[in-house]
């Protein structure tokens, strides 16, 4: 799959249209290379490495022709230390949600920007507490499809927000992509923003 737009002035290396559209809400413009990596930690790995290390190999792995600079991120959802990826079934989803419930946990965004400058990247940590979700809930809520594909088993800007008791830290990192250090990293690459922070 890959879609271009002739004001492309990136190269995203997802699928992710969550990445796209926040992408598109400061003013960038994308064209859409996703890639095919083997996401599974190494052992012993930390959350902040994985990410990083998946950011960096997507952000490489969607080099092409095009010679836009190409952004690669990876979320993780962390709880006691152990990384939550996507819920293989129901009883997985069901599971993990319980885990999160009436707690607070780690979502781990990093963002890696190959171009001119060569490779940056970046890394947000974002503390999320859950309210108490019901058995109800969680059976309701797989119904819906939308955890199926999440990492964590929710999406923060979907249904799951009703979960949400309060976050500290970037609301678009969760999403999938801290717009703060992003804007930041493409600055330093020449990709113009919506308020010219390019030049």
């Not at 792995?61 to 293989?88: E, F, M, N, Q, Y």
């Not at 979700?133 to 999440?150: L, M, R, S, V």
Request: aromatic fraction near 4%; include cysteine.
């Amino acid at each position: 799959m890959r879609e271009s737009s002739t004001t492309a002035v990136l190269c995203l290396a997802s699928a992710s249209p969550r990445r796209r559209e926040l992408l598109s809400s400061i003013g960038v413009e994308v064209e859409v290379r996703p890639v095919d990596i083997d996401e599974t930690p190494s052992v012993g790995e930390a959350a902040d490495a994985y990410v990083a290390r998946l950011a960096r190999q997507k952000a490489a792995a969607g080099v092409g022709p095009s010679s836009l600079p190409v952004l690669g991120s990876d979320t993780a959802v962390v709880c006691d230390g152990v990384i939550l990826g996507k819920p293989r079934d129901q009883q997985h989803a069901a599971a993990m949600l319980r885990g999160l419930s009436g707690r607070a946990h780690q979502v781990l965004t990093a963002v890696a920007v190959s171009g001119p400058a060569g490779m940056l990247e970046a890394c947000a940590t974002t503390r999320v507490v859950m309210r108490d979700i019901a058995e109800h809930e969680i059976a309701a809520y797989w119904a819906t499809g939308e955890p199926a594909d999440k990492a964590g088993g929710y999406a923060i800007q979907g249904l799951a927000a009703i979960f949400i008791e309060r976050i500290e830290g970037s609301h678009s990192a969760v999403v999938g992509l801290p717009l703060f250090e992003t804007a930041a990293l493409l600055a330093r690459q020449g990709v113009p923003l919506w308020n010219g922070a390019d030049r």
